[in-house]
């Protein structure tokens, strides 16, 4: 979707290492979240954002972070990656809060944790 | 907490024919549900949803989705199957947070 972009788009790294992928949205929504995409587990979310410096945690936060210092930007942070954050990530916006106004994702950024 | 779960994690289907895809939901209260279509290496696009309107909601790409509370049901259909509908298919539901659930999603393949 033109108006959130993530990068990279695909990214191979260590264990060990710390990796940081960006959400970058033109749309001026307020909400922002970052899911992970797991075989037969659908999207999961990891954290999420309801403004400038506000986040909370998801459903699967252990061993990530996150940091959205500008409204159009929400950063994910892997502090140490391992084998089992291998997977393809999304990040999502939307305009207001409460799902019946739905979310646009992006378009994913594929890890591999080696 | 709310879930949501999709019945076939594969479904396949020839051409012209019937698709159905299985979505079922757990609520206290009534939910708001949401079908998402993903295409090989992009990201999720938003077919339909319901918000309590009518329950049969009509979508993008000929589909259609019918919620039925007294089986906590919301399948998805379209009449014909279109050799471009292959992808993988995720059911949603809105939680005590207001976060979208969404369930393990169906792949639809679809045989000329």
């Known amino acids: 979707d033109a108006g959130i972009t993530q990068s990279p788009r695909h990214k191979v790294t260590e264990t060990g290492t710390p990796v940081t992928l960006r959400c970058h949205q033109t749309?001026?929504?307020?909400?922002m979240y970052w899911y992970r995409q797991d075989p037969g587990h659908g999207l999961r979310l990891i954290h999420y954002?309801?403004?400038?410096?506000?986040?909370d945690k998801g459903e699967v936060s252990d061993g990530y972070s996150v940091s959205r210092s500008k409204t159009e930007d929400f950063l994910l942070t892997l502090e140490s990656a391992t084998s089992s954050q291998t997977s393809v990530y999304f990040c999502?916006?939307?305009?207001?809060?409460?799902?019946?106004?739905?979310?646009?994702f992006g378009s994913g950024t594929r890890l591999t944790v080696v | 907490a709310q879930s949501v779960t999709q019945l076939g994690s594969h479904v396949s289907v020839s051409e012209g024919a019937l698709v159905l895809l299985r979505c079922n939901y757990s609520?206290?209260?009534?939910?708001?549900l949401f079908w998402y279509v993903q295409y090989p290496n992009q990201g999720l696009q938003l077919l339909l949803k319901?918000?309590?309107?009518?329950?049969l909601v009509k979508g993008i790409n000929g589909f259609e989705a019918e919620f039925k509370k007294s089986e906590t049901s919301f399948h998805l259909t379209k009449p014909s199957a279109h050799m471009s509908d292959a992808a993988e298919y995720f059911c949603?539901?809105?939680?005590?947070?207001?976060?979208?659930?969404f369930g393990g999603g169906t792949r639809l393949m679809v045989k000329p």
């Open positions: 949603a539901v809105n939680n005590a947070g207001n976060m979208l659930t």
């Open positions: 609520s206290s209260v009534p939910p708001y």
């Open positions: 749309e001026n929504h307020r909400y």
């Open positions: 954002s309801y403004g400038v410096k506000d986040t």
């Open positions: 999502a916006i939307s305009e207001r809060q409460g799902a019946a106004y739905g979310y646009t």
């Open positions: 319901y918000t309590s309107a009518a329950t």
